[in-house]
DNA sequence: TTTTAACTTGAACAATCGCTCAAAATCAAA
DNA sequence: TTTGATTTTGAGCGATTGTTCAAGTTAAAA
């Protein structure tokens, strides 16, 4: 019971820390920031997690976990792997947008903050990314199963090009008065991957 | 003929700026980088720009211009539209990955570092992501009155899925062993494009 | 109640940040 | 050659960075 307050508080700190993180990247946060977000002293931060960059990689891990869970809770809600992803998709950039610490990816914001002078976080990163295009992939394999898809391409490809539309997706909609467009540029996302061959 | 002097070493030295900020972003450049890329003292450099910020703006910009510019001669160079397009695209995405800075679009890098705490730096990448847009729309334009492709969509439309397959695949080509794949994608991007209804 | 181990605190360190400015160097006009 | 305006130099300012660590606090064991 002990044991499960101290998982669960260390937890609720990597998820703060996540968020602030999220928002205003790795190297712009600074380590005075994430003392006042979680509450914690020097001190304490750096027996708990050794460093800045010990700090972060737990909070980005805990991002993508979540990131997961959420594809997973949105899957099971429907019978059609397709129906589930346009849920995921349009949560995301829909409804999570009002309230969400940044408008890109944090995936894609660290994979794109780190260069070959921080290769621990540009390699965390990349790894993550390729976690879930294989969860991706999996997914697309059943979709094709399903007959929700055609078999000219691989699950793989699939996959590929869900995230090269979903990234993009995002990034465009971090433009000014561009939220009115997303439910439509959602659709012509899905409507492209059913017409792929 | 002294004026040009100066004016061609002042745009020799944004040019270098551009690519140490296109490299390393603008909060994680610092003026003693600078100092050393372009070889001058911080007394000149802020005679000369005002201040780091204001050297980034004129970087960027120059980034903007380059691009543009780019674009034109890939269109100058074949008479259909989206032959120019698809060299523009292989040309940034496989040619100029080796030296270049980065992978990514600067106008997107930008866009994605700044936050609501630096609204000069951040409506400057949407402004110039704005004008790239409009370019974009009158090149579409072109390609529909040349019967390239259909009515159905109105040219800004194309010009946003453009922008969208182009960001997302850009960021895609990131991750390692990516490479083999880009030539590929780009044919798919194309083929989407044209499937577009 | 005393002991001991674990955790928290916050002052402080060396390094680096963006930037200033008096002094030196440079150059064109007279 | 002298003068006066312009540009360049680089030491250094105050603020901030990531991190350390001795001193203080807390809580469980004895």
Redesign the pocket.
Known sequence: M?VNKVKFERDAVVRIASQLFWQKGF?T?????LQDAIN?????????FG???GLYCEALKDYALQMQNKLNTCLAAHSKVLDGLTMFVTQVLIEDQHHAPSNLCMLIKANSEFGDDQPTLKTLSQNLLGQFEEFLSIIFTKAQRQGELAEDLTALEYARFFQIQFTGLRSYLNRPNSNRLAAGLIAQMFLSLQLLK
């Open positions: 002990m190297n946060t600074s380590t005075r920031d914690m002293r020097p001190g304490s931060i750096y027996a708990a460093s800045k960059e």
